[in-house]
């Protein structure tokens, strides 16, 4: 899963569990209600049973008076007052302060007919002052009333129950619940509330956590990826995100703000801090959410474009939307109105590279090539003038060894130039694959998918039989390109043994070229297996010196033969001191240790007379010639 993907997971649950602890927060009242309420009905339950008993008794004793109303009979019969005040005097217990039967008279007051007291006993018709209607309801409607008492300390609850008689209300018998009964229900139910309030806080202090948290990850993450001036991603996201990315999917833009060391000389740093990041801006609005723009340094930024869907054609048109955006924007300093443009440089065609390294230098060639060109402008590199129709296969493993048994694999070759007299000194062959329709396929659709595979190991073994034969027929001296872990596999290296035992004068047409993708674990193993192609007086170049893990620890301990200085370092030697010097001390290095040394990626004649200046004898790049199935056999001009 991606950062991307897990900061959006884990904000969405976060997001979750905060409506959770509100809703569980906001419920607790009501939680803490519906318990109280079903305590309530519980003992009001047990009341009914009661005033269920007594009505029934009541109403037997009125049956045996039938010449007298029900108020009558209970006021004339002494006895049947006294037995009903003892069973509403039953009912009253510490949670039932009072109980008492009342009658309604003529004029609609209520009146007391019965007094469950043992003391301070009402007299019968004393007149019972009502402060809530629920008293008439239950007299009119005979249904039950519940009355919360909100003005009396004492009391908490009084229950109405309607006595009736031959269809029609004649009293109300009443009890009172005291508060100290609803405290025992708040009593009751305190465990449970302070253990809802136990996970309510337990809830919100793993929210709180997991939100710092969130907040530290985050803003480390900003502070690491994110570029403080411009705001876009930096170098070290860029240097993360690429072994996460398959790179052959975009398509690779370097862009460069024209004359920008001018504006710093004239204006200031201040203001050329502002050029950044207004221009920054225009870049970063301009480009869709699965494209990625970094600051790739100085004045220098990288552009990945999704080439999903996504035409030459289009891809062009949206670096010029890009150089369009920025070319309009006008930016005031100092009194003065700066109007900035950029130069562009595209790599269209992605797959046929080894790494992406090599992707970023061919476009990073392209944009020198926009400021060779006046500037302002887009240029862009394709092998081909129409848009990729293979630019989204990507072969399996099966259908690559078809490619093998069908004979489909062969190579192009780019020379490597003396650039004293512009003889071809030698050629690198370049493995394609011709896909069945006939499209020309690079290692980017097909060598991801086979690496540590058996068919990655037929291929190689394919490469050297085939580029051995084909240089001992025509003379033709090649380099043969292999990942440095290829020299511990065994069938690989008794295959590069072969070829010279067979035909020793192989060794003067065929160097071995290596390029470092991993670490090597096994170091010694690797030394001896270089010292015996060495003792048939082959050669081993070390590819991309200067970046990954080729340096000069590497070298020593390997003992090669040729150094190829890596196309980073060389596209900045006209303009980068730090890459000059460093040059400088490679081209040292090799001749103090006698090693020749081979520049790749020389794209300009500035770059050129550069090189050759500093004594570099072999170049390699665009400007001196591209690869091509037949190789180079004429001469190059310098």
Not at 15 to 34: D, G, M, Q, T
Not at 128 to 143: N, R, S, T, V
Not at 206 to 225: D, E, G, M, P, T
Not at 426 to 455: C, M, W
Request: with cysteine; charged share 25%; aromatic share 8%.
């Amino acid at each position: 899963m991606s950062n991307n993907k897990r900061e959006v997971l884990l904000l969405f649950l976060l997001i979750i569990s905060v409506v959770i602890l509100a809703n569980l927060y906001l419920k607790i009242p009501e939680i803490e209600k519906k318990l109280i309420d079903n305590m309530r009905d519980d003992s009001i339950r047990s009341l009914s049973t009661t005033i269920e008993n007594f009505d029934r008794h009541l109403k037997h004793e009125l049956n045996k008076l039938p010449n007298l109303t029900p108020i009558e009979a209970i006021k004339s019969d002494k006895s049947l007052q006294e037995h009903l005040e003892s069973e509403l005097n039953m009912m009253i217990s510490t949670d039932i302060i009072y109980a008492y039967m009342l009658y309604r008279d003529d004029k609609g007051k209520f009146r007391f007919m019965i007094d469950g007291a043992t003391e301070d006993k009402v007299r019968i018709g004393r007149k019972f002052d009502i402060q809530d209607d629920g008293w008439h309801k239950a007299y009119e409607q005979l249904i039950p009333q519940l009355i919360v008492q909100q003005d009396l300390s004492e009391l908490w609850l009084t229950y109405i129950t309607p006595v009736v008689y031959k269809n029609s209300a004649i009293g109300l018998i009443a009890v009172d619940l005291s508060f100290e009964h609803h405290k025992q229900h708040l009593l009751t139910i305190a465990p449970l509330k302070q253990m809802l309030f136990l996970v309510f806080g337990l809830i919100l202090t793993i929210i709180i956590v997991a939100i710092v948290q969130y907040a530290l990850y985050y803003f480390s993450q900003k502070r690491v990826y994110i570029d403080g001036l411009t705001g876009l991603k930096n170098r070290q996201y860029l240097n993360d995100l690429l072994p996460k990315i398959n790179f052959q999917k975009y398509y690779i833009a370097m862009l460069d703000i024209d004359h920008f060391k001018n504006i710093n000389d004239s204006y200031g740093h201040d203001v050329g801090d502002e050029v950044l990041r207004e221009i920054a801006t225009a870049l970063d609005q301009g480009i869709r959410t699965e494209d990625i723009l970094v600051r790739y340094g100085g004045e220098e930024f990288l552009l990945f474009v999704s080439s999903r869907n996504v035409s030459h054609e289009l891809a062009l048109s949206i670096m010029e939307r890009l150089r369009n955006k920025v070319e309009v924007l006008e930016i005031t300093a100092q009194s003065m109105t700066i109007k900035p443009t950029i130069s562009i440089g595209v790599n269209l065609d992605t797959f046929e590279l080894k790494s992406v390294n090599e992707a970023i230098k061919v476009a990073d060639q392209m944009l020198y090539e926009a400021k060779n060109n006046g500037r302002n402008r887009v240029m862009h590199y394709s092998c081909r003038s129409v848009p990729l129709p293979s630019e989204n296969i990507m072969l399996n493993v099966h259908e690559v060894k078809e490619a093998i048994e069908d004979k489909r694999i062969f190579f192009e070759y780019q020379p490597i130039i003396d650039l004293n007299s512009g003889f071809v000194y030698k050629h690198e062959a370049l493995v394609r694959i011709k896909s069945e329709d006939g499209k020309t396929l690079y290692p980017g659709h097909f060598l991801e998918n086979i690496k540590n595979s058996q068919v990655y190991k037929e291929m190689t073994l394919f490469m050297l039989q085939y580029n051995s034969e084909r240089a001992m027929q025509e003379q033709l001296k090649v380099s043969v390109n292999l990942n440095i872990t290829d020299l511990i596999d065994d069938d690989i290296f008794k295959q590069m043994i072969s070829v010279f035992e067979e035909n020793p004068e192989l060794t003067q047409y065929i160097t071995f070229e290596l390029l470092e993708e991993e670490k090597i674990d096994n170091i010694d193993l690797l030394r001896k297996r270089i010292d015996i192609i060495h003792s048939f007086g082959g050669q081993i170049a070390i590819d991309d010196f200067g970046s990954g893990y080729s340096n000069f620890s590497h070298i020593l301990q390997l003992d090669v033969d040729i150094i190829k200085i890596d196309g980073s370092l060389i596209k900045n030697i006209d303009k980068s001191e730090l890459s000059l010097q460093l040059v400088k001390a490679i081209v040292a290095f090799a001749t103090s240790s006698n090693k020749t040394v081979v520049a790749e990626f020389i794209h300009t004649k500035v770059i050129m007379d550069i090189v050759k200046g500093l004594g570099i004898p072999y170049g390699q790049g665009f400007y001196l010639g591209k690869p091509s199935i037949e190789p180079m056999v004429e001469s190059v001009k310098l």
